[in-house]
């Protein structure tokens, strides 16, 4: 999954992706479909700005805004405009994007902002204070995936082999033997119906150490889909990894086609995600639904439109989108 998606010249999003969002993307994002969920996020950074004061400012009484993968920089347009000329001015944009394509599209609308190969790049030129953000970043990591194996009660790890007779398939490796040591999740160890498919996200953490070292006040907002725990699985014996290709949904098998022409992604853990944080030191300040991230900073969403209603009501993309708000530092 890692090559698939981030090889340096087969990769999906370091070579092939052409666009997020519009007929020439692969997929939508709530950012490409309303301008509603960046009207929240301005709204957002002004109460953080407000409440951690020049903490949150350099020397030039500047604040740094920081978007992991800004995608299209929709998004950030979005926030940009919602923000106002008056706050704006008093903010710097920083964008931390490993897909050459997409840097390009992002320069043509924000050509002031300043780009990053790595967060820890991002913290650096910010003197590690910094409001952060991110939209649909933590699905795209790659999965460990594993199925159960109910007469061994065990985790297997899912392989996928090519050979010339066979073409593509998979194999199954009891997972004791893939990683030796590897702990799974606590929310994992049971009994779980023969064939269940999970995904751990066991990039997420070397990642997260990668840059902690870099912070001195920070505050940051996830937004992606997902759930909670083991509750992601419920009537999902397949597990949640897919494809999206032309804005098709890809499941099963066809996930190993089109090798770094697709994109691939699995559903968000945020019970593991804010456990990482925590013991990173990030404190916890809210985790909910997108319809109630919306409904707080945002509360015309879902009478602006079909589109912006779609992406705030309980029931479609309101719900299944969780918000994670995190803070780093006393910023005394």
Request: overall charge neutral; some cysteine; hydrophobic content about 40%.
């Amino acid at each position: 999954m890692a090559a698939a998606l981030y090889h340096p010249a087969h990769g999906y999003y370091t070579k092939h992706i052409a666009t997020v969002g519009g007929h020439r993307g692969d997929f939508a994002t709530s950012a490409t479909l309303s301008e509603w969920l960046g009207k929240a996020i301005a709204a957002w950074i002004k109460a953080e700005v407000a409440l951690r004061g020049s903490a949150l400012k350099d020397a030039l009484g500047r604040s740094h805004v920081i978007e992991i993968g800004p995608g299209s920089g929709m998004l950030a347009r979005s926030v940009a405009k919602a923000a106002g000329w008056w706050f704006r001015r008093s903010l710097r944009f920083h964008f931390v994007e490993v897909s050459p394509v997409l840097r390009q599209e992002q320069r043509t609308l924000h050509p002031d902002a300043s780009w990053h190969d790595s967060v820890a790049a991002a913290l650096q030129a910010c003197g590690g204070r910094a409001i952060i953000y991110n939209n649909e970043l933590f699905d795209a990591f790659p999965v460990i995936l594993l199925r159960w194996n109910l007469p061994m009660r065990n985790w297997e790890e899912v392989y996928v082999m090519l050979s010339p007779e066979r073409g593509v398939r998979e194999e199954f490796v009891p997972l004791e033997e893939s990683r030796p040591g590897f702990r799974v999740p606590e929310s994992f160890r049971r009994e779980w119906p023969d064939g269940q498919r999970v995904e751990i996200h066991a990039a997420w953490e070397p990642w997260l150490a990668d840059w902690q070292s870099g912070l001195k006040c920070a505050s940051m907002l996830s937004i992606d889909y997902g759930g909670r725990g083991e509750s992601l699985y419920q009537r999902r014996p397949g597990g949640t990894l897919r494809a999206f290709f032309k804005h098709q949904r890809n499941t099963g098998s066809s996930i190993y086609k089109l090798f770094g022409r697709q994109d691939l992604t699995a559903d968000v853990d945020f019970h593991r995600l804010q456990e990482l944080g925590e013991s990173f030191g990030w404190e916890t300040v809210a985790s909910e639904t997108q319809a109630s991230f919306l409904e707080r900073l945002a509360p015309g969403a879902v009478a602006a439109g079909r589109e912006s209603a779609f992406i705030a009501q309980p029931g479609g993309a309101g719900e299944a989108f969780q918000v994670l708000s995190q803070r780093f530092g006393k910023c005394a």
